[in-house]
């Protein structure tokens, strides 16, 4: 345990005494949001993402040691665990290591070496290899047995080859510079299968694609390796077209066995095997390994990249508790209408048929008229899938009709309200109501709270990432489930309100006691004090220390409880009181008394002055809430659909994904454009998510837009130039492929079509987009200046 502690205290740059601390708390079954925020003084001050990597590096050193356990008792159990080789176990730091260690005495199916030494041949072998100046058939006669399957010298010579070439295949320190060469130096190829070339449409710009294998990033591996899964492309590891491009490794492999070619007798036997070994086995091996490691590192990019979004999203401006009116946008089927009061009940619902083929736009602007002044709704939330845009318009003109009514029209993602709707917990929450409105009152809350509302939707329907179906799907849900609790424990929680879903994110929380919680909330009222907690079935003093904390109840018995500080230092609070002169009631927000305090004055071998620190900057803004001011982006009128827009156009549109190779922008048209990363500012970007987030408002500038490949060129350099940019195709848009997840070819964003489970997160997945036609031409214009 010891040199784990102290492998993550290098990593992190921590003292192994925090590495400690942090460990013997998660081993107690705190968890990380509570550590961070009130343990403090034990670790030293780690924040969540420490502990994030410190939980996540933690789990993955233990079950090396676990395997390195294994793998030292396996040896043991086959006598063959000498002192270097246990030396060489216990020193290895990845599982990559170990496995190379432990391949040549791993119990497997018999080789074609191990039947060359029941034949007797590995003296025939190691002759060979000592002595060059030998010739290989005279020595391998005397070897010639019918009786052990060796009916010739050919023969015997190719069993001592297949010894030699496994024992370079099993050599650790050997195939450890290969991998590491060939990562360095490996091309990856990728082409069409034949046949494939019409069904493989979307893969088109991997059709003949070649590039060094430790350079591809994340999100064109994960394109290439859905290319080959779906039968559409072969991949191959190369180290060039040059015939004799892998000279160099072979001669590592030769150098590694001994073998010089000075013309000896023996020597172009010995240079054919370590060819052999070099092309057949090791090869061989090391293409599996390396691309394993790239699928491996790209899917670890990819869950980065999902989980930076979600957290941008959860996190995004509450519009607030005013009443608000959820419109699901739909043509035929009509515009689902859903009222919600501050606090997220339902108090009506109805449909409208504004547009075609009904066309009752009168009708629906009186509807809504009505519904908005009966409920006093301020806020109308506009969710973004189809007829979107034709919504926004008839909200507009209702608010102009209307001027009496003071409303305000917001577009929001709708992604995932198709799932909460048809989710089981949906129709506990809303047993009334039809599966269509359910909808409409899932976009009015997520406007009044977006983290409150989207808890209830599994992460990954959400429509965030990259690729999040092709990657390791337990790796992706631990990131996000992660991402969810920081979330929701960094804003907190009002017990009195909160919905099970929400409750359950809540630290030290479970499903079944979020239950109990809502369910004693029901029976005997609101909560009046944090400490009625413990009446709660099967919450215990455990569970009440993690979750006391980050649970509000505003208007309560004891001020405090409105608050983030936690019960257990009230004690504190008391003590700052009885210096101060003042009550609690009249120190919250007494923002020049407070200031006015040392830290260290109250601190006690117990609560440091890191924790008191804390509690007066609560006291100072208790409850105060970390996301950021709420904004809208205001939508151009006229600006509708891709045929409006037009190069040089300055828009303002909201960030809906961010990936590695730029942001996606809803500029309202059904259509996201991309600011590629050599757009997103006036200097080099590294990561796209140090400059823009998801829900950010920005104003970009089009660049160029394709119509036939229902691509849009977006710039944030609002000075870019587009002369060179072509006009716009404005011909009949190309048939899309089915497959909305086609790689190279950017999907119909899921904001802008009705997502239905698993479809509807496919549908946010994103490609690399390859500049190509008239988008490419402005990109380029663009970069080169």
């Not at 080789?111 to 007797?120: M, V, Y």
């Not at 989207?454 to 992460?459: A, E, F, G, N």
């Not at 101060?580 to 109250?602: K, M, Y």
């Not at 790689?743 to 904001?751: E, I, K, S, V």
Request: with cysteine; net charge neutral.
């Amino acid at each position: 345990m010891q040199t784990i502690v102290q492998a993550i205290s290098d990593e992190l740059a921590a003292r192994p005494s925090q590495v400690q601390a942090a460990v013997e708390l998660l081993d107690g079954g705190a968890t990380v949001p509570f550590i961070a925020r009130y343990r403090k003084e034990a670790t030293g001050g780690l924040d969540d993402a420490q502990l994030r990597l410190l939980e996540q590096r933690l789990g993955y050193l233990r079950e090396l040691e676990d395997r390195r356990q294994t793998i030292l008792k396996s040896l043991a159990d086959q006598g063959k665990l000498s002192d270097d080789l246990r030396t060489a176990v216990l020193a290895a730091d990845s599982k990559q290591r170990l496995e190379d260690l432990y391949l040549p005495y791993r119990p497997k199916r018999r080789t074609k070496a191990q039947i060359a030494r029941e034949a007797g041949l590995e003296p025939l072998a190691d002759a060979l290899l000592a002595k060059p100046e030998l010739a290989p058939e005279s020595q391998a006669a005397d070897f010639v047995d019918p009786k052990q399957g060796v009916d010739d010298t050919a023969a015997a010579l190719e069993g001592a080859r297949q010894i030699l070439m496994e024992r370079a295949a099993e050599d650790p320190e050997l195939v450890g510079v290969l991998r590491e060469a060939l990562w360095q130096r490996g091309i990856l190829k990728s082409r069409v299968l034949p046949g494939q070339e019409s069904a493989g449409a979307k893969f088109s710009d991997y059709f003949e694609h070649a590039e060094p294998i430790g350079r591809i990033p994340s999100h064109r591996a994960l394109a290439l390796f859905r290319g080959r899964n779906q039968g559409v492309l072969s991949l191959e590891l190369t180290l060039g077209d040059e015939p004799d491009a892998d000279a160099p490794l072979r001669a590592r492999v030769a150098a590694r066995l001994g073998i010089t070619d000075r013309g000896r007798p023996g020597d172009a036997w010995l240079v054919e095997t370590a060819r052999k070994a070099w092309r057949i086995k090791l090869l061989t091996r090391l293409d599996l390994d390396l691309k394993g490691r790239l699928l491996e590192a790209a899917e670890a990019e990819a869950i980065r990249v999902f989980a930076t979004n979600l957290r941008a999203l959860l996190m995004a401006a509450p519009a607030g508790r005013l009443p608000t009116m959820g419109l699901d946008p739909g043509l035929r089927t009509g515009v689902k209408v859903a009222v919600v009061d501050g606090t997220g009940r339902v108090v009506a619902t109805d449909s409208v048929f504004p547009h075609a083929p009904r066309n009752q736009w009168d009708g629906a602007i009186a509807t809504l008229a009505e519904l908005c002044r009966a409920h006093g709704v301020k806020l109308i939330s506009i969710g973004n899938g189809t007829a979107s845009r034709e919504t926004d318009r008839l909200v507009r003109d209702l608010a102009k009709r209307h001027p009496e009514l003071g409303l305000t029209g917001v577009m929001v993602s709708e992604a995932g309200a198709s799932v909460y709707s048809a989710s089981e917990y949906a129709s506990k929450e809303l047993p009334q109501l039809d599966v269509s409105l359910r909808g409409a009152v899932s976009i009015a809350r997520r406007l009044q709270d977006p983290l409150a509302e989207l808890v209830k939707i599994d992460p990954k329907s959400i429509g965030v990432g990259q690729y999040q179906h092709d990657v390791n799907q337990t790796g992706l849900a631990r990131s996000l489930d992660g991402v969810v609790e920081d979330c929701v424990n960094a804003v907190g929680v009002d017990l009195n309100t909160a919905s099970a879903p929400l409750l359950a994110r809540v630290s030290g929380i479970s499903g079944t006691l979020a239950e109990n919680l809502v369910r004693h909330r029901d029976e005997h009222g609101p909560f009046r004090s944090r400490a009625e907690l413990l009446g709660v079935p099967r919450l215990g003093e455990k569970a009440f220390q993690q979750c006391a904390g980050f649970l509000r109840i505003p208007g309560g018995e004891e001020p405090l409880d409105a608050s983030a500080v936690h019960p257990e230092t009230y004690a504190v609070v008391r003590r700052i009181v009885a210096h101060t002169g003042r009550p609690v009631a009249a120190l919250i927000g007494d923002r020049e008394t407070l200031h006015g305090l040392s830290a260290e004055t109250f601190a006690d071998a117990v609560f440091g002055a890191p924790t008191v620190r804390d509690i007066l900057v609560e006291l100072e803004k208790p409850g105060r809430d970390p996301r950021p001011v709420f904004e809208t982006a205001a939508l151009k009128e006229g600006i509708e659909r891709p045929e409006d827009l037009e190069p040089g156009m300055v828009l303002e549109g909201t960030v809906t994904n961010v990936t590695n190779f730029g942001a996606f922008v809803d500029i309202g048209v059904h259509q996201d454009g991309l600011v590629h990363i050599s757009q997103l500012a006036d200097r080099f970007v590294e990561d796209p998510h140090k400059v823009v987030r998801s829900g950010q408002v920005v104003k970009v500038k089009v660049l160029a837009v394709d119509l036939a490949r229902r691509r849009i060129g977006l710039s944030m350099r609002l000075d870019a130039p587009v002369e060179d940019a072509p006009p716009p195709q404005r011909g009949k848009p190309a048939d899309k492929p089915a497959d909305k997840q086609a790689t190279g070819q950017q999907p119909a964003p899921a904001g802008r079509n009705k997502r239905r489970g698993r479809a509807g997160a496919d549908a946010r997945d994103r490609a690399e987009q390859a500049p190509q036609g008239a988008l490419a031409a402005a990109l380029e214009a663009a970069r080169r200046r």
